[in-house]
């Protein structure tokens, strides 16, 4: 008899899932993937700005992590790289060169952060390798406090603050150092001395690293042991500007599709051989003696699906709705996930109208700025092939973990806003000749304190022929969500064999 599997949510997770599901049970599987939007995606698109297909979503994917690159290459899709353009950052009322050797705005020895800090920060940053340093290996706590308390407060406003807010849309203070730089909290637990000496370590390839960083078995539990979610790594590409902070390597650092995400989009679909039903609502799950069952659509005129096993690859709070009634404690702890919200206004001018425009990839933002931005990336001077007709394109992001209510305004504003930042900038006064506005309402989840010990309870939780794939869990980045997408598929399989078998 056939497999029948429903995936939740048509994002890059649940695609990726449904690929991974095909490929593991063969063509005669039935694979529904039920999405309540009336497009596939989740937080990816792709549109045409000015003619020429443009992600105003995520736009590059980290190509040091496996995940993308193997599902180009199974696809039969290539990528595409930046070119050598570098980033900027503005605080305290300048706009300087992005300081490279720093992990996530943590500085490794190498870093040269002269014309970002004052003459005070500098001499914080450098004592602090000679500071004892108190780590607790079984506790999580704010980075944010960790690097104020370490380095003060200027490297936690004007670096560390402004690259996560491009990552996560968040706020340094509020996010936990166990899930957004696991490598640095590993290089801690590991006997690291300082920030400083633990930033090294995590940059340094392993043959070279002087102290090698040890992996207990309590560490390990910590950054990902639970079934069906993947490991963390330590590199996570942002939705915003285009950079990076790892130290330069012999091949580049980030990648992105030609013709944008939605060609691997529609390749995941054609390849999954999935029913891809859209505009459909899943209001509840039911565990079955066998299997599961799917209420589906408008209460009046509720539909019943049933299937051998589910992936939910859906935000956060929806995953903690439907597992309420199933897996309790998996439902608690995801309803502990907070979101953030953002938008992206794109933009495309004539080259004569956009001199003044540097040659950078493109700015970052402190959170301090009185700007409505908190980064812009000059897309034409990153991407060579996003300017195929020489116009000029970029985009910028704003939205802050806690400043919904900044963006609850019309477009036409968030327009207006984005123009008047650039005017202030780069002296980009012209009227543009295309212009899109995206929306994303609690589109990032806030990996807080804590973050994976809520992981773990899901995973934990999940009865079996369940499995939660996406963002909420081990990354917000594509690759990151590929891996939880592969894993719940896999872990799905493996329940369904075990039924079979036993």
Known sequence: MSSRVAVVGAGISGLAAAHRLRTLLGPSAVITVLEQRDRIGGVLRTVDLAGVPYDVGAEAFLTRRPEVPVLLAELGLSAVHPTGASASVRAAGRTGPLPGATLLGVPTSAARLDGLLSAEGLAAVAAEPDRPLTWDRDADVALGGLLRERFGDELADRLADPLLGGVYAGRVDLLGVRATIPALAAALDAGAPSLTAAADRATTPPASRRFPVRESADSRARVGGSPGVSRPMPERESADPG???????????????????????????????????????????????????????????????????????????????????????????????????????????????????????????????????????????????????????????????????????????????????????????????????????????????????????IGDGLPAGLAVAGAALHGVGVPACVGTARAAAERVVADLAAATTG
């Open 243 to 457: 950079r990076t902070t790892a130290p330069p390597g012999p091949s580049p650092v980030f990648g992105a599709v030609p013709g944008g995400y939605r060609v691997l989009l529609d390749a995941l679909v054609a390849a999954a051989g999935a029913e891809v039903r859209l505009g459909v609502t899943v209001r509840s799950l039911e565990r079955r003696e066998r299997g599961w069952r799917l209420t589906l659509g408008p209460t009046t005129d509720p539909e019943l699906l049933d299937v051998d096993a589910v992936v939910l690859a859906v935000p956060a709070p929806a995953a903690a709705r439907l597992l309420a009634g199933v897996a309790p404690a998996a439902a608690g702890a995801a309803s502990g996930i907070e979101l953030a919200s953002s938008v992206v206004v794109a933009l495309a001018y004539r080259p004569r109208d956009a001199t003044g425009l540097p040659p950078t990839s493109g700015m970052l933002v402190a959170a301090g700025e009185p700007l409505s931005v908190k980064g812009v990336t000059h897309s034409t001077n990153k991407w060579a092939h996003l300017a195929p007709d020489g116009l000029v394109r970029l985009r910028a992001s704003l939205g802050r973990f806690g400043e919904a209510a900044t963006l609850q305004v019309d477009d036409d504003e968030l327009v207006a806003r984005t123009r008047r930042d650039l005017a202030e900038v780069a002296g980009l006064t012209a009227d543009p000749v295309a212009v899109h506005v995206q929306r994303w309402g609690g589109g990032l989840p806030q990996y807080g304190v804590g973050h994976l010990d809520r992981v773990r309870t």
